[in-house]
């Protein structure tokens, strides 16, 4: 059955849905540990180990889901029904996240381990669905970048827009906290407001996307299957160059963007001495970003292709990203207090960030491409099982770049609450050298896996060709 036109408020609703993963993957990222470890008083390590228990879930419950989704048969087709049952659950359990009850250090611990994988199964459960959904919603070679550019800019925009709401309103000093992010009642403020838009987002594309089921695939029935048929299915699926070549290069991506993600406020607070109201305003400039790679994904892409644009916007975003860090080991960039200091950092990061999240959403794009090619390859269609794969690493990329950002801490001997401007300058440079030929080396794998992708503007009608013909 050929789609109908693809128009805008659906494109719309459909990106909205990003919204619930960007705050919840944000608030895992920025706040989950600083909240248990330093305000509720969880010891740190039990707090990392309760988020790693967490993704060890993940391992298991994406791939699982992904393969349910595809294979479900309904009224309300293959991916609604998980998304609709995933808003209420998702939205309460975020909510409980950041009300813990007063239980002890073991008691928290359990808490948080048992929500934690709550939360990420959950949002899996709509996550993959919703990703899922996009190669159906149109199967044109640009259009799907249009679309996924929507989803890239929401997914950005709720996550750092609420980031931004939290340290400019919430987490600010009051009489009874000087301290602003040691306020109790500011994360349990976070946790309403933020389990309420989840809520409203997942419905909102839900009900934006609801009228195309009757033009999404239906999946053939099957008999029962035994779990080690189900894997060996999900094994043959995945058994594609092309996947292989997205799966390596974005595995290298999101280790390269964890290992910058947790140490970039170090370096804003240490490195470059900002002031918390030029952090703040360094937020508020992320918005900025997500709307350039709004712009540039789909022109870029159109233009050059997309294995190209990935190769020409990342070469360019990941050359960029650590010059400033290297400007200051050259003497080059003007000292921590210059009045230009700021603008210069703050302007290179903008523009270095809507470049990748340009490149992220052309890299979704592909993958809905590799949809196609591989149902014309194994005749089945297995958007949940290539979406959950890559959902999971979106999910890991805290952890290992964590993990590796606290090596790095601990190899260049990096003192416990440090004072900024009394952190030794050999100390601060060791870590900026160590850093950059860490990214750069990461950004070069990422390129080179995507160099290996196979499936191009010609390759995807071909594939279009033949999936005509078997139908």
């Known amino acids: 059955m050929n789609n109908p036109p693809l128009d805008k408020a659906t494109q719309l609703a459909y990106g909205v849905g990003a919204i619930a993963y960007g705050i919840k993957d944000n608030g895992f990222a920025y706040f989950l540990l600083l909240f248990y470890g330093t305000v509720v008083g969880l010891e740190p390590a039990l707090a990392g180990i309760a988020v790693f228990i967490a993704l060890v879930f993940d391992a298991v419950s994406d791939p699982l889901v992904g393969y349910w989704s595809d294979n479900t048969r309904s009224h309300w087709g293959r991916r609604h029904p998980f998304m609709y049952a995933s808003a209420l659950p998702v939205a309460l359990c975020y909510f409980l996240l950041w009300r813990p009850p007063d239980w002890g250090e073991h008691g928290l611990f359990l808490y948080l381990v048992i929500l934690a994988a709550l939360i990420r199964t959950l949002i899996t459960f709509f996550e993959t669905p919703s990703s899922a959904l996009m190669p159906e919603l149109t199967r044109d070679y640009d259009e799907r970048t249009r679309v996924q550019a929507w989803r890239s800019f929401f997914g950005w925009l709720g996550g750092s827009g609420l980031a931004i709401f939290m340290f400019g309103f919430l987490l600010v000093p009051t009489d009874e906290f000087p301290v602003g992010t040691l306020n109790r009642d500011g994360y349990e403020t976070y946790g309403v407001i ?202 890991t990329n805290q952890g290992i770049g964590a993990f590796i950002a606290g090596l790095l801490l601990q190899w260049v001997a990096f003192p416990d609450n440090a004072i900024p401007g009394e952190v030794s300058v050999n100390t601060l440079n060791v870590l900026a050298a160590t850093m950059i030929p860490a990214l750069w080396g990461l950004w070069s794998v990422m390129l080179w896996s995507v160099s290996r992708y196979q499936i191009d503007r010609a390759g995807h009608e071909a594939n279009l060709r033949a999936l005509a013909e078997q139908s």
Request: charged content about 15%; proline content about 4%; overall charge positive.
């Open 194 to 395: 933020a389990g309420v838009l989840i809520f409203f987002a997942i419905v909102i594309s839900a009900l934006g996307t609801h009228h195309r089921i009757p033009y999404l695939h239906v999946p053939a029935v099957r008999q029962q299957r035994e779990l080690r048929q189900i894997y060996r299915d999900l094994r043959e699926t995945l058994f594609e160059k092309s996947f292989g070549a997205l799966f390596i290069a974005s595995i290298a991506g999101a280790v390269a963007t964890g290992l910058y993600t947790a140490l970039v406020f170090l370096l804003l607070t240490y490195f470059w001495q900002f002031s918390s109201e030029q952090i703040f305003y360094w937020l508020c400039l992320v918005p900025i970003s997500a709307g350039m790679g709004l712009f540039m994904a789909p022109r870029v892409g159109r233009r050059l292709g997309k294995k190209r644009a990935v190769l020409v916007l990342g070469a360019i975003a990941f050359t960029v990203q650590p010059l400033p860090l290297l400007g200051r080991l050259l003497g080059v960039l003007p000292a921590n207090g210059d009045p230009l200091l700021f603008p210069l950092v703050a302007g290179i990061n903008t523009l270095d960030l809507g470049f990748i999240i340009a490149l992220q959403a052309l890299l979704a794009s592909m993958l809905a491409d590799l949809v196609d090619h591989s149902e014309a390859r194994t005749g089945r269609r297995s958007e949940g099982v290539f979406y959950a794969a890559l959902t999971f690493i979106r999910k």
